[in-house]
């Protein structure tokens, strides 16, 4: 049995609760927020405390908060005996007084929105040899993609990561107000949707791209730019379009 605390509940911190406290092979000793409020839907299933100081031990401590408290908090908490474990995936492998670790799932997270996690990456990284077998006995118990990724690799996994995922959402939000502004369910898209994101993955997505920047079709082109009312949505298609000729050897 792996004893763990957890540091946070924002939508990392929470899915990550859920999964440890289902798991037959972790328990979780405590969960930590500064905001009592926050700790409210944790507080009739485990210790809760808004107090650093009130931490008690555990085979290791999981860091679940927003990149700009992480390296302080670490800071607060270390011991050289402790096995502190940040769940970001932008920062180093830090190097406080303690046993560093990284401990990151590589995965856009809601709260109130199931995720399985036995098919979510986990991407771990330890200062110490003998602490990854610690590191990756708990993330093999809650997932079965489990890599040993450097700090540098998971910096670039992270950046690969806005492009696919938080940017392509943005557009998709794009794409709904275009729906929007025409009377059309947006929901007529999600075939589109699925298709290219189940070729993106089965395939290199530079050989499956399509459209009419891919084919240099300069009247649907022009005709999309002169529907398009918003600047700022025109500047985005302008750009992506460049882009795609780009990487294709097109020219606009």
């Given at each position: 049995m792996i004893q763990i605390t957890l540091l946070g509940t924002g939508n990392v911190?929470?899915?990550?609760?859920?999964?440890?406290?289902?798991?037959?092979?972790?328990?979780?000793?405590?969960?930590?927020?500064?905001?009592?409020?926050?700790?409210?839907?944790?507080?009739?299933?485990?210790?809760?405390t808004t107090k650093l100081e009130e931490l008690e031990e555990s085979d290791i401590f999981i860091v679940a908060l927003k990149d700009d408290f992480m390296e302080e908090t670490i800071k607060k908490i270390?011991?050289?005996?402790?096995?502190?474990?940040?769940?970001?995936g932008s920062l180093p492998l830090?190097?406080?007084?303690?046993?560093?670790?990284?401990?990151?799932?590589?995965?856009?997270?809601?709260k109130n929105t199931a995720v399985d996690?036995?098919?979510?990456?986990?991407?771990?990284?330890?200062?110490?040899?003998?602490?990854?077998?610690?590191?990756?006995?708990?993330a093999k118990s809650i997932s079965k993609k489990v890599f040993s990724i450097s700090?540098?690799?998971?910096?670039?996994?992270?950046?690969?990561?806005v492009f696919v995922c938080n940017f392509v959402n943005h557009l998709y939000s794009i794409g709904e107000d275009l729906c929007k502004e025409n009377q059309v369910p947006y929901s007529i898209l999600t075939s589109l949707i699925t298709e290219t994101a189940q070729k993106a993955t089965k395939n290199?997505?530079?050989?499956?791209?399509?459209?009419?920047?891919?084919?240099?079709?300069?009247?649907?082109?022009n005709r999309h730019l002169s529907q398009l009312s918003s600047a700022n949505f025109k500047e985005?298609?302008?750009?992506?379009?460049?882009?795609?000729?780009?990487?294709?050897?097109?020219?606009?």
């Open positions: 911190a929470t899915h990550l609760f859920k999964v440890f406290h289902t798991s037959d092979n972790v328990k979780i000793n405590q969960v930590y927020n500064h905001k009592e409020a926050s700790l409210s839907p944790f507080k009739n299933l485990v210790k809760t270390a011991k050289p005996t402790r096995l502190i474990a940040h769940s970001s830090l190097q406080e007084n303690c046993r560093n670790a990284v401990f990151y799932p590589l995965q856009t997270f809601s996690f036995t098919e979510i990456p986990l991407c771990l990284e330890t200062e110490f040899e003998k602490d990854y077998a610690i590191l990756e006995n708990l700090t540098s690799q998971r910096k670039s996994l992270h950046l690969s990561a290199s997505p530079a050989q499956v791209q399509t459209g009419p920047a891919i084919r240099n079709d300069r009247e649907t082109i985005i298609y302008t750009l992506l379009t460049q882009s795609i000729q780009d990487k294709h050897g097109k020219k606009l």
